[in-house]
């Protein structure tokens, strides 16, 4: 039997610190840039697509247990400074607030990985401020660069108990397009995925997601 790993940080402070920074007395937004936009897990009021600046989306966070294993990682989606982000916001009503951080926690920070922050997210009824689940350059789970053939390795060998790393990314990607967000980033990493000779998908559109610069892009990545 696989023995878990410790978390890296417990969580349990942090989680604390985002309930007291949202006060009780609000609603409460929700960024999603990964998995949160297609299984957000909770209830919600109101959504609206949205956009951050300061931050993008990178398909560079080590998943050990949901989109991989120890011996073979899978990678998650974390949001690493730089550039910008198009993803979902989700506003949870005042009286479902607690619950929905606590479940939220246990999804997205049982390891300790990401860096909660409040974040400004534009829509096109105003700007919001949401709680986003950041990933440090830091981290001993972020990848640093990795080459295209890393990806294909890890696109066609890496599972963990949710799945395939590279189903967890083309679902992402689907529902980004389904949203009219092309994530060009993304595409060419999907575009990896292909064997010789498969029909050529495209995946070049847009700019869903402004990397610093536009390079190659555990929890389950938010």
């Not at 440090?136 to 295209?148: C, F, I, M, V």
Request: proline share 6%; glycine share 10%.
């Amino acid at each position: 039997m696989t023995m878990l790993a410790a978390p890296l940080r417990d969580p349990a402070p942090m989680l604390a610190r985002a309930l007291d920074e949202w006060g009780g007395r609000q609603d409460l937004w929700v960024f999603g840039y990964g998995s949160l936009i297609w299984r957000p897990d909770f209830d919600f009021a109101e959504q609206r697509p949205a956009r951050v600046h300061g931050w993008h989306r990178a398909l560079k966070m080590w998943s050990r247990i949901n989109r991989g294993t120890p011996e073979c990682p899978g990678l998650v989606f974390g949001m690493l400074s730089g550039g910008s982000c198009r993803g979902m916001v989700f506003r949870v009503e005042q009286a479902q607030v607690r619950q929905v951080l606590v479940n939220l926690w246990q999804r997205e920070m049982a390891m300790g990985v990401y860096d909660p922050r409040w974040l400004p997210c534009h829509t096109d009824q105003g700007a919001v401020r949401a709680l986003a689940f950041t990933l440090s350059r830091k981290s001993p789970s972020h990848t640093g660069e990795l080459a295209e053939g890393e990806y294909r390795r890890i696109f066609a060998q890496a599972r963990g108990i949710y799945g395939t790393t590279h189903d967890y990314a083309r679902a992402t990607f689907d529902e980004l397009r389904r949203m009219g967000i092309h994530d060009r980033a993304l595409g060419r990493l999907l575009s990896y995925a292909m064997q010789p000779g498969q029909k050529t998908e495209d995946f070049s559109t847009d700019a869903g997601n402004n990397a610093e610069p536009l390079r190659s892009p555990g929890p389950e990545g938010a």
